[in-house]
């Protein structure tokens, strides 16, 4: 579905869109984008403003009661008055740093018409080690991070990580996150002990890479103690914990995809729809999960 949707609209087209509006975006490594500015109001603003030009209302301070279908109409019952409609889009209702407002909203809704769950956590977030981490705080470096469950790798990534006393952070990290989440969930139970008992990092730095903190660190010395400063290194990491789903970015998890068809109507529930972060699509950091809700909202406004 996703290739499909990125056909219709892709990236190139909503930089253009972005450009053709005053919003000037920049290329960084590994082909992130972002705004130049740096300030997300420039988007925010902008987004409202094609909004009222297409005579969209946007009616806030209202708590969505209940949802329910009755024949051919779905009626939403808020805290302030009673809405009626043939079809009905959930773009909203992620659960992953609430105070940006998300909340159990969509999940709730899918439930309610009795679509497949699965469980939702944590992903594009940090991941706290066994090991004290705390002599490398705030330094970064650029390695290649493999993630193992026992002998199998199951992810790998050449990028920065960013070191925050006993927390890794980072582009790098944070994509790891949805990627032992996702093996996990097929895999495993999802729980604490299961990663401090099989899954581990390996960092991979060359030797142009070796910073003074690295070089200086403890958790160097005590784990390569016959490392030489010319050399590529190679850190062992255990993981103790991934950051809690409300400092996470995105949750991964939610509505499967075999419940939507490739307009996101759902296949149970005629006329209604569901996009963006109500589905179990998580993508890399830095845009590409905005990508895919900016097509997913495309593809779906068009076909109604």
């Not at 099989?198 to 730095?205: A, R």
Request: aromatic share 10%; net charge positive.
């Amino acid at each position: 579905m996703l290739p499909s949707i990125f056909h219709k609209f892709s990236n190139h087209e909503i930089v253009n869109f972005l450009e053709n509006n005053w919003v000037q975006t920049q290329e960084e490594d590994n082909g992130r984008l972002i705004l130049k500015s740096w300030k997300a109001q420039e988007l925010l603003d902008l987004l409202i403003k094609k909004t009222k030009q297409n005579n969209t209302q946007i009616k806030l301070n209202q708590e969505i009661i209940k949802i329910e279908k009755k024949e051919d109409i779905f009626i939403v019952s808020t805290s302030k008055e009673e809405l009626k409609c043939h079809k009905l889009i959930i773009a909203t209702g992620g659960i992953s740093y609430p105070k940006s407002g998300t909340n159990w909203y969509g999940l709730n809704i899918a439930k309610q018409f009795d679509l497949k769950i699965i469980p939702p956590y944590p992903a594009l977030c940090g991941i706290e080690t066994q090991e004290d981490l705390s002599n490398l705080s705030w330094s970064s470096i650029l390695c290649n991070l493999e993630i193992f469950h026992n002998s199998k790798l199951i992810y790998q990534q050449e990028w920065n990580i960013l070191f925050t006393h006993q927390w890794l952070s980072g582009p790098s990290i944070f994509n790891a996150t949805a990627a032992i989440g996702e093996y996990l969930s097929k895999k495993l139970k999802y729980n604490i002990q299961q990663l401090q008992n099989n899954i581990w990092l390996n960092i991979s730095v060359q030797a142009q890479n070796i910073t003074k903190r690295l070089k200086q660190s403890e958790l160097l010395t005590s784990q390569m103690s016959s490392w030489a400063q010319s050399k590529d290194i190679n850190i062992k990491l255990k993981i103790k914990n991934i950051n809690p789903i409300e400092t996470a970015k995105v949750s991964w998890g939610w509505i499967s995809m075999d419940e939507i068809k490739p307009n996101f109507e759902s296949k149970k529930i005629s006329n209604l729809y569901f996009i963006g972060e109500t589905l179990d699509i998580t993508d890399q950091t830095w845009w590409f999960n905005l990508q895919r809700a900016w097509s997913s909202g495309f593809v779906c406004g068009n076909g109604l």
